[in-house]
């Protein structure tokens, strides 16, 4: 990936390149607008079949995207297949080996904590209409995937997917959460010609950011409100992760603040709230 350099961008766009195999972390606190949150992506294949890594003072969040993998942390290890995920502590060591190809996008934030490993099956999640729920009406019609939430223990970290239907709005009403998390989104599943417009705003005579996102293309919202909508025909879907400002305390989804003027009928992710 190659970070955008020009203008208000540069610290809030990053641009995908080719794919590489390994483990890459592209955005990280030292070259973005984040205070917490880094993404990297973990591409295994025959030609390079395993990966090790510690996570130091960071916990992470696994999301297989594609293949199958088995992690090991410390003594245990956990086989991954698509949209099954992994929290693991920081202070852990990691290795990951795949028999085929997989794709595994890396989510993690610093913590001062140890929370403990948990493994999450897509199979359980897509079956729980507190994590896997369809909101929005006509224009924002949309599936949101909750992965690391409420469902497990963590600092920081919240994370999952989104999907909306072809030409439509996601992220509607517009809201933001800056006084508790700042976010990521990582676009994925959107093979050419596919691509959305994301906006990321305080106020929308001034956006801080007006963007074409294309497949693999990650973008930062550290504050604003930040909508956005897919071409007509296409859906636009992207991975999002969260990272709480006070651990714990603040790691709550669907805590937000939805722009005036578009607060009728809530903002869209109550479902996902803690009850």
């Not at 955008?4 to 961008?9: D, H, L, T």
């Not at 293949?67 to 956990?78: F, Y």
């Not at 995920?85 to 890396?106: G, L, Q």
């Not at 071409?231 to 992760?241: C, D, E, K, Q, T």
Request: one cysteine or more; a negative charge; hydrophobic letters at 40%.
């Amino acid at each position: 990936m190659k970070k955008e350099r020009k203008g208000a961008n540069k610290e809030m766009v990053f641009r995908a390149k080719m794919a590489q195999i390994g483990r890459h972390v592209f955005v990280t606190p030292e070259n973005s607008a984040a205070q917490h949150l880094a993404y990297g992506r973990i591409l295994l294949n025959d030609s390079k079949p395993f990966e090790l890594f510690s996570t130091g003072d960071r916990e992470t969040g696994l999301i297989c995207l594609s293949g199958q993998a088995t992690v090991t942390v410390g003594a245990k290890e956990i086989s991954l297949g698509r949209f099954d995920a992994i929290y693991i502590p920081r202070d852990s060591s990691v290795k990951i080996v795949t028999v085929s190809n997989v794709d595994i996008a890396e989510f993690s934030a610093d913590v001062a904590e140890c929370y403990p490993m948990q493994v999450i099956r897509y199979s359980d999640i897509e079956t729980d209409p507190g994590l896997s729920f369809k909101t929005g009406g006509p224009g924002c019609q949309r599936h949101v995937t909750m992965l690391l939430a409420k469902n497990i223990e963590a600092g920081r970290l919240v994370a999952g997917f989104t999907d909306s239907e072809p030409g439509n709005w996601t992220s509607w009403p517009p809201h933001e959460h800056a006084a508790m998390l700042e976010e990521i989104y990582v676009f994925f599943n959107m093979p050419d010609p596919a691509f959305g417009i994301q906006l990321v705003y305080n106020n929308t005579e001034y956006p801080e950011l007006v963007t074409v996102v294309r497949n693999g293309d990650a973008v930062l919202m550290p504050s604003g409100y930040h909508p956005n909508v897919s071409v007509p025909g296409h859906r636009i879907s992207f991975l999002w992760a969260m990272a709480a400002h006070r651990e714990v305390e603040d790691r709550q989804f669907g805590v937000v603040n939805v722009q005036k003027g578009f607060e009728r009928g809530g903002s869209g992710l109550e479902a996902g709230r803690k009850k």
